[in-house]
């Protein structure tokens, strides 16, 4: 495995809550992205020794389209990493504009 950061390789868990399910639907009332949050804080404690050993995010992407703000700074890294390899200025890895 290669190492993403601090020597250690990047591990993800990608969950896609369901934004008009009924158990969301009184926090996204309020709160734009709050399906998607909720559901990376339901998994933060299922994988907390692997952080000892990996470089871990919670992707989480609502059927709405709103991603985590893991998920973004996840993809926008993925962006900055193939333009420094590729040097190609002109390709950027983006989320599209509901995240």
């Known amino acids: 495995m290669l190492p993403w950061a601090k020597g250690k390789p990047l591990a993800w868990d990608v969950t896609v809550p369901d934004t008009c399910a009924d158990s969301?639907?009184?926090?996204?009332?309020?709160?734009?992205?709050?399906?998607?949050?909720?559901?990376?804080?339901?998994?933060?404690g299922k994988y907390t020794q692997l952080a000892n050993s990996h470089i871990f995010v919670l992707v989480a992407?609502?059927?709405?389209?709103?991603?985590?703000?893991?998920?973004?700074?996840?993809?926008?890294?993925?962006?900055?990493?193939?333009?420094?390899?590729?040097?190609?200025?002109?390709?950027?890895?983006?989320?599209?504009s509901g995240c």
């Open 24 to 44: 969301h639907l009184a926090d996204m009332v309020t709160t734009a992205r709050a399906a998607a949050d909720k559901a990376a804080t339901n998994k933060e």
């Open 61 to 96: 992407i609502e059927t709405g389209g709103n991603w985590n703000h893991q998920a973004v700074e996840l993809v926008q890294e993925l962006g900055r990493r193939i333009t420094a390899v590729t040097e190609d200025t002109m390709k950027q890895l983006t989320c599209s």
